[in-house]
C-alpha cells in the first residue's frame, strides 16, 4: 500500500515579443503567486531566469490520494495555461509513489 505522492508538473513559458528580463518578471511573477494562492500547491521558477523570452516553473504538491494529486497539477496546469501573456509549450507531470522514493513499504517501520 502506498503511503502517499508526490507530484511535479514542469511548464515552459515562452514569450518571444519580451525584450528584457524585467518585462519578463512582470509577466512570470504574478502568475506564480496566485498558482500558490489559488492550489495547494509549491511553485518555483527553475530555469530560463536569466533569458528575456523563457522560464521553467515547476509547481509540486503532495497527497496521500494519487487522483488528488493528479487533478490538481492538471488544474494547476490549465490555469497557467489559460492567463498571462505567454505561451506555454511544453508541459511535463510526473507523479511518484512516496513509498519508492523514500524505500519504505507503507505499514511497517524500517528498523536501521
Do not use: C
Not at 507530484?7 to 518571444?16: I, Y
Not at 492550489?39 to 497527497?63: C, K, M, N, Q, Y
Not at 490555469?79 to 511497517?108: H, K, N, P, T
Request: proline share 4%; glycine share 10%.
Amino acid at each position: 500500500m502506498d503511503t502517499g505522492y508526490l507530484g511535479v508538473l514542469t511548464l515552459r513559458l515562452e514569450m518571444p515579443w519580451v525584450s528584457n528580463l524585467k518585462e519578463k518578471r512582470a509577466l512570470v511573477r504574478p502568475v506564480v503567486e496566485r498558482l500558490k494562492g489559488r492550489f495547494p500547491v509549491t511553485v518555483a521558477r527553475l530555469d530560463g531566469l536569466d533569458a528575456h523570452d523563457w522560464e521553467l516553473i515547476g509547481v509540486a504538491t503532495i497527497s496521500n490520494d494519487h487522483e488528488w494529486t493528479q487533478q490538481t497539477l492538471k488544474m494547476a496546469g490549465d490555469f497557467v495555461a489559460a492567463g498571462g501573456e505567454y505561451r506555454v509549450v511544453a508541459e511535463e507531470q510526473v507523479i511518484s509513489s512516496l513509498s519508492d522514493l523514500m524505500g519504505y513499504g507503507g505499514d511497517e517501520p524500517d528498523d536501521d
